[in-house]
């Protein structure tokens, strides 16, 4: 073993023992010789300043509740179906494939989400940002619909409005 | 990660009645009734949030990568293989590491993403949450937010390699061996990681101090 690997392996020891140590609420514990004291230092530093920070209890439970709507569609025949690349019933389809684009193909088995090099390709691909064009569509769709109900309603009522609506107007 | 319990190697035979996963048993519930899923996500969200907030240094993208963390998880139990082995020891736990796999993936694909966004410094982000002892003594108290400060500081400067294998190692206080197995490193690549990252921080550290002398790197 190599001189770094040993003081390496020192300093690991030495941390497992300095993590144990927060359980008995001890401040410090027994470390090797060999260890340096600016590294027993800076481990004893990041000890006390790297904290474990909580979400907040409405993120908590805003996430348990999609989680379980999620549960709840896995549980359904028709998202079991779409696993088997069937389509999926609008009703059942929960929020969460929103949230997150790759998801839909995690469901399916077509993507792992702990294999970094696929996860890095799709995420890159353009398919990953689909909801957000669907999305975008869907309001520019629904725009123009409401556009043309208002040009008809308009059409259907030219003068008598357009003169109650201008003092002494155009007509 | 643990040796043999209590010092005892166990025989061959023993080897089948070992609790290999701390987590197996909530995992099984999971797969048959996927609502149960929720024990798991409850016991590790503060690990996973606190990950995604070092790592990303800012709270709105901690919870949106803490939430695609665990709806990628639930979407993906089913095909999740428990691969403790029993001289893993009664702590380990293979659903943790394959979770914080899964964290990982996500905190790099949105680090990609916010590169060109400017973040909010992580002491300040973290601000409320130091470890502020309690205590009526002002000085002390004052020189543990220095310190805190400090050693943030220096985590942040840190590669990316090293600011994550220490942020596993002090805040979800994960063994080596956990670590190897999230980083796709062997062990003892990642205990010569941490030491040349605890170096870095100690130089850090020196350094506000206006101590000179001269340390590992």
């Given at each position: 073993m190599l001189e770094h690997e040993v003081e390496a392996l020192v300093a690991d020891r030495y941390l497992d023992a300095l993590l144990a140590a927060v359980e008995r609420h001890a401040l410090d514990a027994p470390a090797d010789v060999g260890l340096d004291p600016h590294l027993r230092e800076a481990a004893r530093a990041l000890r006390r300043s790297l904290v474990r920070v909580h979400p907040s209890f409405r993120f908590e439970e805003r996430l348990a509740g999609r989680l379980a709507g999620l549960a709840a569609a896995q549980s359904t025949p028709a998202l079991a179906s779409a696993s088997r690349g069937r389509l999926i019933e609008f009703p059942a389809a929960p929020a969460s494939l929103d949230a997150d684009p790759l998801l839909g193909a995690i469901l399916r088995g077509d993507l792992d989400p702990t294999d970094a090099d696929a996860i890095e390709r799709a995420a890159r691909?353009?398919?990953?940002?689909r909801p957000l064009i669907v999305g975008g569509a869907i309001t520019s769709a629904a725009l123009s619909i409401v556009g043309v109900a208002y040009v008809a309603w308009r059409a259907s009522r030219p003068a008598a409005s357009a003169a109650i609506g201008i003092p002494g107007g155009l007509a | 990660m643990a040796g043999p319990v209590f010092g005892r190697r166990a025989r061959p035979e023993e080897a089948s009645v070992v609790v290999l996963d701390r987590d197996r048993a909530s995992v099984e519930a999971a797969r048959r009734d996927p609502s149960r899923f929720d024990a798991l996500y409850r016991k590790y969200l503060a690990q996973v949030y606190a990950f995604a907030l070092y790592e990303l240094g800012d709270h709105h993208a901690a919870e949106d990568a803490t939430e695609k963390v665990f709806l990628r998880a639930l979407a993906a139990l089913p095909r999740f293989r428990d691969l403790a082995r029993p001289q893993d020891g009664p702590e380990a736990s293979t659903f943790r590491v394959w979770l914080f796999r899964i964290a990982r993936n996500v905190v790099a694909n949105e680090r990609r993403a916010n590169r060109r966004r400017p973040t909010a410094s992580l002491d300040v982000v973290l601000g409320a949450g130091l470890a502020i002892p309690d205590t009526t003594d002002v000085e002390a108290e004052a020189v543990t937010r220095d310190e805190a400060t400090a050693a943030l500081r220096a985590l942040r400067a840190l590669p990316d390699d090293r600011r994550r294998a220490l942020v596993l190692r002090f805040?979800?206080?994960?063994s080596t061996a956990e670590i190897a197995a999230i980083l796709d490193r062997s062990e003892g690549a990642v205990r010569v990681l941490i030491h040349r990252a605890l170096g870095s921080v100690a130089k850090e550290l020196g350094r506000d101090r206006g101590d000179s002398t001269d340390r590992t790197s």
């Open positions: 691909a353009p398919g990953a940002r | 805040v979800d206080e994960m």
